[in-house]
T-cell receptor, first 112, second 115 residues
Framework: AQTVTQSQPEMSVQEAETVTLSCTYDTSESDYYLFWYKQPPSRQMILVIRQEAYKQQSATENRFSVNFQKAAKSFSLKISDSQLGDAAMYFCAYRGYNDMRFGAGTRLTVKP | DAGVIQSPRHEVTEMGQEVTLRCKPISGHNSLFWYRQTMMRGLELLIYFNNNVPIDDSGMPEDRFSAKMPNASFSTLKIQPSEPRDSAVYFC?????????????FGPGTRLTVL
């Protein structure tokens, strides 16, 4: 089974600063999808950004961008100009042919 | 669109009772997923349907758990008999799977407490 590893259980960032959350994964598939989801205290899972493995260019969505390194099986999330509303649990996820796996999550705290 | 709908939002039951969780996916989506989230184990995929057919149920903990999808607009997750260790938040998610893969849209979850 594919595994997804988030090595940072907790991270904190000062408001308006930049933070990077790490994610690595293990797979033997060549075609797959990667996602970052945000889960605020309301516990609703919200998609932040997605990346198709066949695309070399890393995805960007406003203040959120990823650094996708396919050879290294790395998929980190960068949040620029952090806002108080960014405080949440962030989950990295892998979607393969018949598989969906989530990392253990990183709790992000934003300090005013 | 109303999004993925789950019911009930909260369920408290006693050990040994049967529990049924319900999910209505987003109209037009052809894949449905059931997840369980706990502090100890994080977010676990329990079962995954594609076009109403179970594709992968390897995450279902044991025979006490069963899931059905009788049609494209409805799915149930049943626990019989329930145990205190089943206490968790259960999420249902749906997506459109075709030539590509879309992201999963999650429901609000059902918080289950088994006393």
């Amino acid at each position: 089974a594919q595994t997804v590893t988030q090595s940072q259980p907790e991270m904190s960032v000062q408001e308006a600063e930049t933070v990077t959350l790490s994610c690595t994964y293990d797979t033997s598939e060549s075609d797959y999808y990667l996602f970052w989801y945000k889960q605020p205290p309301s516990r609703q899972m919200i998609l932040v950004i997605r990346q198709e493995a066949y695309k070399q260019q890393s995805a960007t969505e406003n203040r959120f961008s990823v650094n996708f390194q396919k050879a290294a099986k790395s998929f980190s999330l960068k949040i620029s100009d952090s806002q108080l509303g960014d405080a949440a649990m962030y989950f990295c996820a892998y979607r393969g042919y018949n598989d969906m796996r989530f990392g253990a999550g990183t709790r992000l705290t934003v300090k005013p | 669109d109303a999004g993925v709908i789950q019911s009930p939002r909260h369920e408290v039951t006693e050990m040994g009772q049967e529990v049924t969780l319900r999910c209505k996916p987003i109209s037009g989506h052809n894949s449905l997923f059931w997840y369980r989230q706990t502090m100890m184990r994080g977010l676990e995929l329990l079962i995954y349907f594609n076009n109403n057919v179970p594709i992968d149920d390897s995450g279902m903990p044991e025979d006490r758990f069963s899931a059905k999808m009788p049609n494209a607009s409805f799915s149930t997750l049943k626990i019989q008999p329930s145990e205190p260790r089943d206490s968790a938040v259960y999420f249902c998610a749906s997506s459109l799977t075709g030539t590509g893969v879309s992201e999963q849209f999650f429901g609000p979850g059902t918080r289950l407490t088994v006393l």
